[in-house]
C-alpha cells in the first residue's frame, strides 16, 4: 500500500520522477508526468550548521528550544538532517551546547529525524590568524582523548565528528583514537605541513572541513597542505559554496581535482544567516555585518565569519555560476555527505523519505523551496 506521491524532475538526468511513499519509506520510483516543472531530490543534508534565521548554537543561551526552533528555520530551506556544529569554546561551553542538542533530541521528534548526531569543530585546532578564522584563541588546546571522553559522557555519545588540526604532536593518536570509536574526524582550521595531512589520512582523518578556508592567506605555492588535501583520495572535502568562501573559479577546480564523488557542499551558516542585511552581534566573530549579498564579515577585521546563506542557496550558486551542473550540485549535499551520516540522501526503495521539491529562482537566494517531506510526513505537518 502507497499512501501518496511525489512528483518532480531528477536534477541528475532531467526526467521526470513519481516517488511512492509509505511508512515513512520510499517505496517506489517511476516515471511521472511529462509537464512537471519542479525539481524533486532528497532532502538537504549539511555537515556545517552553527546557527540560522537567528538561532544560535554557539551562544552561552542555547537550549533545547534554540535546537528545535534551527531545526524548524532550517526544514524551511529543504535540509532535512543536519549536523549542529560547535566550534571552539571553554569545555563547559561545548557540554552546555550538547547538552541543549541531546534534551532537543529526547523530546523533539523532528530533532531527533534531522539531527543524527553532532560536529565539533575544534576545540584542538591552529591558534594562528588566518588559520584559525573565527574561532576564539584563548579557547584553543591541544588534542585531548580524556576531554572528548567526557563530551560523550555528558550527551549520551552525541559527538560523531570532530574537526581538528593534525600539527599537534598527538593528533595523529588522537585521530586514530576517534576513528577507532566510528567518529567521523576532520581536518581543519590548520597549519600542518603537508606529511602531518596524509599522516592524519593514515591514521583514519575521512574529510577536510571547507577545504580552501581556515587557511593562512599566505602559503608557499607548493608544496602546501591544500595541494596535499586535493591530492589525498582517501580525503572527502566539504567546500562552502555561499560564492564568498570560495571564488567561482578556485571552487571548479577544487572540484575537479577532488571529483564531485569526493566533494560535499555544506553551509557553514550562523545564527545571522537567513536575515535581514545590517550589522549583528554573534557569539562567532563578536560584532559582525551580513551584506545583501549574503556576505557575512567582522567588523574590526574583515575577515569572513561563517556564511550568511543556507544551503540550498549555496547550490543554486555553484549550478548558476557554471562551477557545476545542478545534477551535481544536489549529489554534492545530499548522497555525499548521506554516506557520512549513515547513508542518507538517495532515491531508491526502503531509503528515508526524505524529500524536496523547489524550482531555481534568482528571486528566492537562487532557489525556491516548494514543499519539504521529512520521514514521509510534509511539513510544516
Ligand atoms: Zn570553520
Redo the contacts with the bound molecule.
Keep these: 500500500m502507497i499512501s501518496r506521491y511525489i512528483s518532480g524532475r531528477d536534477p541528475a538526468s532531467g526526467r521526470s520522477l513519481r516517488i511512492g511513499v509509505e511508512d515513512g519509506e520510499i517505496r517506489s520510483l517511476d516515471s511521472g508526468p511529462a509537464d512537471e516543472s519542479a525539481w524533486l531530490s532528497p532532502g538537504f543534508i549539511d555537515l556545517?550548521v552553527n546557527g540560522y534565521g537567528g538561532w544560535d548554537l554557539n551562544a552561552d543561551t542555547v537550549d533545547a528550544d534554540v535546537v528545535s526552533a534551527l531545526a524548524r528555520k532550517l526544514l524551511a530551506t529543504g535540509v532535512t538532517t543536519f549536523l549542529p556544529t560547535i566550534?571552539t569554546a571553554s569545555e563547559e561551553q561545548i557540554v552546555k551546547a550538547l547538552r541543549a542538542v541531546a534534551r532537543a533530541r529526547q523530546t523533539d521528534s523532528l530533532v531527533a529525524h534531522a539531527v543524527p548526531f553532532v560536529h565539533v569543530?575544534g576545540p584542538h585546532i591552529s591558534a594562528e590568524d588566518g588559520a584559525r578564522?573565527a574561532?576564539p584563541r584563548e579557547h584553543v588546546r591541544p588534542p585531548d582523548l580524556p576531554e572528548f571522553e567526557r563530551w560523550q559522557a555528558a550527551s549520551g555519545n552525541l559527538v560523531g565528528m570532530v574537526?581538528v588540526s593534525p600539527h599537534w604532536e598527538n593528533a595523529a593518536e588522537y585521530i586514530s583514537a576517534l576513528a577507532a570509536k566510528g567518529i567521523v574526524v576532520a581536518i581543519?582550521?590548520t597549519h600542518a605541513t603537508p606529511a602531518q595531512i596524509h599522516q592524519a589520512a593514515d591514521a583514519g582523518a575521512r574529510l577536510s572541513?571547507?577545504l580552501g578556508?581556515?587557511v593562512s592567506g599566505q602559503l608557499p605555492r607548493h608544496p602546501n597542505l591544500i595541494w596535499a588535501q586535493l591530492a589525498d583520495d582517501r580525503l572527502t572535502a566539504t567546500f562552502i559554496a555561499d560564492g564568498h568562501h570560495l571564488p567561482a573559479d578556485t571552487l571548479k577546480v577544487m572540484l575537479r581535482a577532488k571529483g564531485v564523488e569526493r566533494s560535499i557542499l555544506i553551509s557553514?551558516a550562523v545564527a545571522p544567516a537567513g536575515m535581514a542585511p545590517g550589522t549583528y552581534h554573534t557569539s562567532i566573530g563578536g560584532r559582525v555585518e551580513l551584506r545583501a549579498d549574503g556576505r557575512l564579515s567582522m567588523m574590526d577585521t574583515g575577515f569572513l565569519a561563517?556564511a550568511g546563506r543556507p544551503l540550498k542557496d549555496g547550490i543554486a550558486q555553484a549550478a548558476g555560476s557554471h562551477v557545476c551542473t545542478l545534477g551535481d550540485a544536489i549529489r554534492m549535499a545530499t548522497e555525499n555527505p548521506g554516506r557520512f551520516v549513515g547513508n542518507r540522501g538517495v532515491l531508491r526503495p526502503g531509503a528515508r523519505a526524505d524529500l524536496v521539491r523547489f524550482t531555481l529562482d534568482a528571486e528566492e537566494g537562487g532557489m525556491r523551496i516548494l514543499s519539504v517531506m521529512i520521514e514521509g510526513v510534509e511539513w510544516p505537518a
Design positions: 556545517q566550534i569543530e578564522g574561532h574537526t581543519g582550521h572541513t571547507h578556508n581556515g557553514d561563517g
